[in-house]
């Protein structure tokens, strides 16, 4: 048997991490303690600062750390090795902290409903009763979302800087759980809200289950869970190839779900739509960074060796899942349907950008690796998304969100400066040039190019044209029809969803025209810890 | 001689995952997805004995602190669902759809 080795806690690299749990926690508390006009002020302060402070340990961290044993990458290795605080594990950790601000910004907006947020006065009171009534007469509001929120967002933090299997499995829990009790919370259209919940609960404890199972079976494949320990057996031990290959087959069921891939896609409209919008923008843009930064550590460093298991399987699904994706947005009515698809074929131009060359050694100087083209697609994804769902929230009838697409005819004349910045994160996530989505699609295409993935780029390609059609016609809606009876109202925002607004249009521009800066932060990245 | 034990995990977690997709009723699909967990479970802890080390065991304890918690979300959402439908059957939940 083992000796027992007494861990060692790097808490100056752990500080983000600690303290967004520590604050989620402490949220807990507040709840349980602090009288209930104090609350929302209380939760919403804490969260900021925790997220706040978290960001600044990041920076921190980035700016301190040092080349690792190998030499190719930066960073250490935590918690006896099960946690890795590299560059990609940074840049992920920062991203997600600025969407969770973001995120929080939106929980936090009252002024779109009259005075109440956006989530159930009281979740437990019947949909339609008294009770309920009584809840929302007197202005009740579940403050518990903002340690849900942050509980989620260690979550995502956890995921893709896990270095073992369990840790990974433990992320990846921790991130989805407190997802699925906010997706239930909606304040209006609460039938809708909790079917998505349950639906989502019951598809994501399902996927999770195979995910576990494929653990199970690459441990027993490697004897152990260390991601350095698996990629030295699938180097060195040809023997139990089966549970090897059945075992990465399992893993990728439970990340393709996660990340909206087909044919694991059937949740994600469903749960878009029917989630609270400040959730909905928070989960599109915060999960999908923090499950494709899990799915990079996974696939490059425990199967790298095993490449060529696992690409075919990587083509088809990213080729499915951009085609699925755009076509079936078309069709769409309904506007948070519609940019769910959306965010289903963006899911498939970011796993396009996976396939690509991996080494830094096999480019010539000034050429992206896969990761650093999935980095920084991550990042025009995400803050285009949040953008989008923010004004998706702004746009009102007299039943809450006008989210069907018909509402949202001539809304170009009611306000144009929301049908404006709402038609740009759509020509962003067109991949019109001057946005931030060309320059991310430019990187991932050619990342998949020099890596001779030119099938799935054709395809890809196909489908942005697909999905650019949809897109325009949402334009030509908001600009061009005549509204359908007395047409949408603009809701005046307070400074909360106003800036996260201005923080999405902002990024989206800067990255359109200065890409320069970001980039280099992500080749400043440099690779996982192997 | 630990053969025997994968054979049994494969077909409990095959046994759930029918019934995860064969069954309407909430509550047992949600059944079914702890059996396949616990199946998971036979799995690490075999593996754990094959390989002589105490990975598989230790994450067998994670794995049930982990459904536990899931028990307690999952019913908590299985519950408002019956409450608000008097229904616990996932044919009913199909406001959302195309």
Redesign the interface.
């Known amino acids: 048997m083992n000796e027992f080795i007494k861990p060692t806690v790097e808490y100056f690299e752990l500080w983000p991490l600690l303290v967004v749990f520590g604050v989620a926690c402490l949220g807990v508390v507040v709840e349980a303690f602090a009288p209930r006009s104090a609350r929302y002020v209380a939760q919403v302060l804490l969260a900021l600062g925790g997220l706040g402070a978290a960001l600044v340990g990041v920076v921190l961290i980035a700016r301190d750390s040092e080349v690792y044993a190998d030499g190719a990458a930066r960073g250490v290795l935590a918690m006896s090795g099960t946690i890795a605080v590299d560059g990609p594990t940074l840049f992920i950790w920062g991203l997600v902290l600025v969407l969770a601000i973001a995120g929080t910004m939106l929980f936090a907006e009252r002024h779109l409903d009259g005075g109440v947020s956006a989530f159930a006065g009281q979740a437990a009171a019947l949909p339609g009763t008294e009770a309920e009534r009584e809840a929302s007469t007197r202005g009740l509001d579940h403050t518990e979302v903002y340690p849900l929120l942050m509980f989620a967002v260690f979550g995502m933090m956890l995921f893709p800087a896990a270095n073992d299997l369990l840790t990974m499995f433990v992320g990846l829990e921790v991130l989805s759980l407190p997802l699925y009790l906010l997706t239930g919370l909606a304040r209006r259209r609460r039938l809708l809200s909790q079917e998505a919940a349950l639906k989502y609960f019951l598809l994501g404890a399902f996927s999770s289950g195979f995910f576990l199972y494929g653990v199970a079976l690459v441990y027993g494949y490697a004897g152990s869970m260390q991601f350095a320990a698996i990629n030295e057996a699938v180097r060195n031990d040809t023997a139990n190839q089966s549970l090897l290959l059945i075992g990465i087959g399992m893993l990728s069921v439970g990340l393709f779900f996660k990340v909206g891939a087909a044919p694991f896609q059937a949740w994600t409209p469903d749960v878009y739509q029917g989630a609270p919008t400040p959730v909905t923008a928070f989960m599109a843009a915060g999960t999908k960074v923090a499950a494709f930064g899990a799915m990079l550590r996974l696939f490059y460093v425990a199967f790298g060796a095993d490449r060529w298991s696992w690409q075919p399987m990587m083509w088809v699904i990213a080729i499915l899942t951009m085609l699925v994706g755009a076509v079936l947005a078309v069709t769409q009515t309904d506007i948070k349907r519609l940019l769910a698809y959306s965010s289903v074929a963006h899911t498939g131009f970011l796993l396009t950008g996976v396939l690509g060359v991996q080494q830094t050694s096999a480019l010539a100087d000034g050429e992206l690796t896969a990761l650093q083209a999935v980095l920084f697609y991550l990042a025009t994804y995400g803050f285009a998304t949040l953008g989008a769902f923010a004004v998706v929230s702004l746009v009102r009838d007299s039943g809450g969100e006008a989210t069907a697409l018909s509402r949202w005819a001539g809304l170009g004349k009611e306000s144009p400066i929301v049908a404006g910045v709402f038609a740009f994160f759509l020509l962003a996530m067109a991949g019109i040039p001057l946005t931030s989505g060309f320059v991310g699609k430019l990187a991932v295409f050619s990342v998949a190019l020099a890596a001779g993935a030119w099938p799935v780029v054709i395809a890809a390609v196909v489908a942005s044209v697909i999905a650019a059609f949809l897109y325009i016609r949402v334009i030509k809606a908001m600009y061009f029809d005549e509204p359908v009876g007395e047409g949408p109202t603009v809701a005046y925002p307070s400074v909360l969803t106003a800036t996260t607004i201005a923080l999405g249009a902002a990024v989206t521009l800067m990255l359109g025209i200065l890409p320069g800066p970001l980039l280099d932060l992500a080749a400043l990245a440099g690779e996982f810890i192997r | 001689m630990t053969n025997e034990y994968?054979v049994l995990?494969a077909i409990l977690?095959t046994i759930?995952?029918v019934g995860?997709l064969t069954r309407r009723n909430?509550i047992v699909?949600?059944m079914c997805?702890e059996l396949?967990?616990n199946?998971?479970n036979l799995?690490?802890v075999?593996?754990a004995k094959?390989?002589g080390?105490?990975?598989?065991q230790?994450?067998a304890f994670?794995?049930m602190v982990?459904a536990a918690?899931?028990v307690v979300?999952?019913l908590?959402?299985?519950m408002?669902?019956f409450?608000?439908?008097r229904s616990a059957s996932?044919d009913d939940?199909?406001?959302?759809?195309?």
Not at chain 2, 93 to 98: I, V, W
């Open positions: 994968i995990s977690f759930g995952c995860v909430a699909v949600f997805v396949m967990l199946a998971c799995a690490l075999t593996f094959q390989h080390n105490l990975d598989g230790i994450a994670f794995v982990v918690a899931e979300i999952g908590a959402i299985i408002t669902i409450r608000t439908r996932v939940a199909s406001l959302l759809k195309y």
